[in-house]
């Protein structure tokens, strides 16, 4: 197994594992958005700097939108928290997420092929594939085993998005590290970057995937 994936394991088991505070504690899990939206909010300020050098009203422009999304996705998501069928949406929301991820990198090593685009050169359009694939065979086995209250249609029809979207990001932020000309938005975490190199793909993922699903159910 090559450090990359054991570090995509590790860091999607211990994102899962510390959101199980929810469970816990609301308060808890309020704090915890709180100290990961900070980081992520200074990461990104430090990227922006480095992107619009000297043209302050760049940065400040990019560093409040990227705030105020941040603290609309935090707020969602503590919302969320308060009702048990919510909390569950969320984690398998987030299972899919981990799913996208990993299953990007493994179908990329083994069959690696094509770059998928030239921002991001590991990845490929093989891992791709096999990102969306994970992600819609891990939502529907939750589904059918776990959680047979959601339609297996509907789950499939938000993995797909949420893996679309998680992509995306990733490519997104891949793209400002250039511009930054970074490896990763910070080393506050040891083996694994920054926050937002942890949190990228899913800061579009699920917003994506649940308004996608959403717009897509309300029109047919």
Do not use: W
């Not at 409040?64 to 984690?91: P, Q």
């Not at 249609?153 to 990733?170: E, H, M, P, R, Y």
């Not at 490896?183 to 506050?188: A, D, E, F, L, M």
Request: hydrophobic letters at 50%; charged letters at 10%.
């Amino acid at each position: 197994m090559s450090n990359e994936l054991k570090k995509r394991i590790i860091t999607s088991f211990l994102l899962i594992l510390s959101l199980l505070v929810i469970y816990i504690s609301t308060t808890l899990f309020l704090y915890f958005l709180i100290i990961v939206s900070l980081g992520a909010f200074i990461e990104f300020s430090l990227l922006s700097k480095a992107i619009f050098v000297k043209n302050y009203y760049k940065q400040f422009f990019s560093n409040i939108c990227f705030l105020l999304y941040v603290l609309f996705f935090s707020f969602i998501f503590y919302l969320s928290s308060i009702n048990t069928d919510t909390k569950i949406f969320i984690f398998l929301c987030l299972l899919i997420c981990a799913a996208s991820d990993i299953g990007g990198l493994i179908i990329g090593k083994v069959f690696k092929g094509p770059k998928l685009t030239k921002i991001s050169p590991n990845k490929t359009v093989s891992g791709s594939l096999g990102s969306f694939v994970f992600s819609i065979v891990t939502a529907i086995t939750l589904t059918f085993y776990l959680l047979p209250i959601y339609s297996i249609s509907k789950v499939s029809t938000l993995a797909f998005f949420i893996s679309l979207g998680c992509q995306v990001g990733d490519i997104f932020f891949s793209f400002l590290k250039r511009k930054a000309k970074v490896k990763n938005t910070s080393n506050i975490l040891p083996g694994h970057g920054g926050i937002l190199d942890r949190i990228d793909g899913i800061l579009l993922g699920i917003p994506f995937g649940m308004i996608s699903t959403s717009l897509i159910y309300s029109i047919s």
